[in-house]
């Protein structure tokens, strides 16, 4: 490695210390050709984070900040396609996907050989070893561990024969994560294991995409111990060289890592450039650096200077620097369209409102909650408090989820002062006389909240009805909601735990009532059984029928109010290269970077 | 003295006392349950139960008190409930770098704007006086966030005279601390020089000073060697009070500028319900306080040789 390597990194990344600067360079050296001084100029990308993380140890986050920061330096069993939509599971850590054995419950996965731990003191050397199906079982254990609180255990609850036994267990007594053994969990050899799932179960496979059922190393775990967090030792594309957890996290390449860029993609990503990189050995930047920066102020000017690469856009510079478009759609305006790029895509979040189906007013009226459905007033909320920034739903599902309107043809009826008033009338409070102000929770009391609840209550007021709000902050909302402490309710959504539409309809599940996630404490048999019946069949004409059974009970019976699937939007330098924005995985190591268009700035 | 120290230590007991009671009952009686802001959306009865027995939440309110006692007794605070890490370690991290971001404007400040008052009130109800009365109330009528965000816009973004945001450790902070030293020196400005010439007024308008004047001693040696030295107990009263509020940072420059000090760790914790982080900073804030008072106090028998501490 050359110490001008080492200066000129020091240049591009100011607080670079010396050290750093040296193992980085140390790094990029191993990609130089022999006999070579380091040929190429690193290529560093510029992010700001907006929040500071929980943990980089995989089972202790399950925030989307974290789980982005986890997915850099831990690979996953299986892991969603980049380019592909709707949304698709790949292998990643695995050969290929898991084998269904005839029984349907016995999944036996290969690990792809050759995939190594990076570099690091607690390996003997400090050379990062292979990674073997030990490690999986190890991880997945580990996951269980009662005391050791994973917040997504659920993903595997009940799932894998013996596993809640397992953590029953080690909610009693300490329990040896490598040793202990787990009926369902079986090592073939040293690079297969096998899992034995408690029914057949294709949602299973979901669950080993999630960043907190990645593997880890236990010397990691045993030397890190409660630094484990911000020490992650990894298989991922990335390797952590400093962990600030409220300054600057800054990542280098995993020059080992085992994934080359995808060769196909969705309809027009071809032609929109992003398969140039087809083949090429990834991670393609060299180094990510990422300060914390909350404030929309600051983060925008450093981007506007060319100090970040992309960012979210927020309301203040939103009506600064973009415009609709007749069709709709989103442009910047003439001054800033000649120097970035803008992207929105739909997320996979949905909001709604819960209605209190226990509640004796609300519950035991029909037609007051069809005349509630028929005062909201989605499409005006996204055009005024979101400048567009939605799109109205008329199904529960995320609409870029198979099962979703586009597939069901669902219909949903919009604002209708008139057919609420006549609704209302029918409910017995004409013109809402007699009915007293609803109770309508809300969980956050930031100025957006206050806003929207301003929002609602003059539309509802059109037509007579009366709301008191009560804000609190979200899990003091949720233990009112959960304890029926509340009429109606706007707690904030559902984000999917993965892209399968079973994810949302099991919100309105009898069977998820408190403490589960059926706020609206909904129990419909004939939902229940079309839920039970298409939970865990794959998707197709006789999946999506059921899926219109329950949209069309949902509509009827209004234990919730759809509103909208969030819209995702951002600006990004005309330097970043291979961006297209994906929910569900960190785009960070398919992306590019022009670097001599980056120097000349903008 | 030593006995006016120790009789004032023993009193800090039972203020040190109720502040813990206060701060353990807002949170822990009357905050958000931190076991479900830690567990999610996902969160089952089990698991509710198992968190809140790791934690110490299943015991009793006295004894979670009590436990509360011993860790402000030792400082150690345990750990964060979101993190897991030491709040030992954070806390010191962070109010080191919380004081690079006050200690240099505060100490800079102190001397440059106890002499600009001096200057103002030399010349007072002249136009420099009048000016700078009116121009001091208009700066202290606008908010420091109006500050902060114009001044990042102007002298950052625009002029590129300074950093937008960062922090690095070392001595190449002092780039990225130099803009927000700036907005916090002109933000005190306007306070505390209008206080300190308010008080070099009132010295000023004293039998003493009369008779130093018509002893014939110049208006500068009136104002350095009469009226300074008898003001100096409000200055002393007001500068001290204001340390302890140094170690817990400034909330909006630590935001802003992306600096990892206590200011961002305390708003942090408060958004994401770490009660641990709450309840140690609000008690080391209280602690701080009593002892600075303290100090203020012994302060004024140096300042003031007429004050006796009994």
Redesign the interface.
Known sequence: MSFDSQAHLQRLMPGLTRREALAAAGSFSLLSLPGMALAQEPKVLHYGRLSPFDSLDPIRQFDLDSSELVQLCYGTLLAYAYLDRPYKLEPDLLERLPEVAADKVTLTLRLRKGIRFHDNACFPGGKGRELVADDVLYSIKRYADAKLNSKSWFAMEGAVVGLDAFRAASAKAPVDHRTAPVEGLKRIDSHTLSIKLTRENPLFLFSLAISSTTAVAHEAVAMYGDQFGVNPVGTGPYMISKAERKGVLRFLKNPNYHQSYPSTGAPGDAEKGLLKSAGRKLPLIDVLEMPLIEEPQPGMLKFLKGELDWRGVDRANFTKMVRRKPDGGFELTPEFAAKFEIYNVLGVAVTYINLNMKDPLIGGNKALRQALLHLTDTQGEIDVLLNGLGQKLKSIVPLEFPGSERDTGATYPGYDVARAKALLAQAGFPDGKGLPPLLYRVAGTSSTERTAFDFAKARYAAAGVQLRAEFSDYPTAIKAAEAGNFQIANLGGWVADYPDAENFYQLLYGKNVAPGPNHSAFANAAYDRAYEAARLMSNGPQRFAHFRTMNDIIKDEVPMILRANNVRFGIRQKWLGNFKRNELVPEYKYLDIDMAAKKKGI | MLAYILRRLLLAVPTVLGVALLTFLLFNAFG???V?????????????A??RA?WGLDQSLPMQFVEFLRQIVTFDYG?SY?????LGQQLKAGAWVSLSVTAPPFIVGGIVNVLLALVIARWRDGLADKASRALFIAGMSISALVYV?VL??LL??KLGWFP?????SGP?AVVYLALPWLILLIVAMGPDIRLYRTLFLDEANADYVRTARSKGASEGRVLLRHVLPNAWIPIITNNVTTLPFLILGSFLME????I?GIG??TI?ALAR?DLPILKAVTVLGAIALVLFNLLSDLLYAWADPRVRLS
Do not use: C, M, W
Not at chain 2, 38 to 43: F, I, P, R, T, V
């Open positions: 958000p349950d931190p479900r802001a830690a567990l999610g959306n996902h969160a089952t009865p089990e698991a509710i198992n968190l790791q750990k979101v993190t897991q890490e030491d965000l990042q816009y950052a973004y937008i945001s960062g922090y690095v190449g935001r802003f500028f992306s990892p961002s760790l942090d319900g």
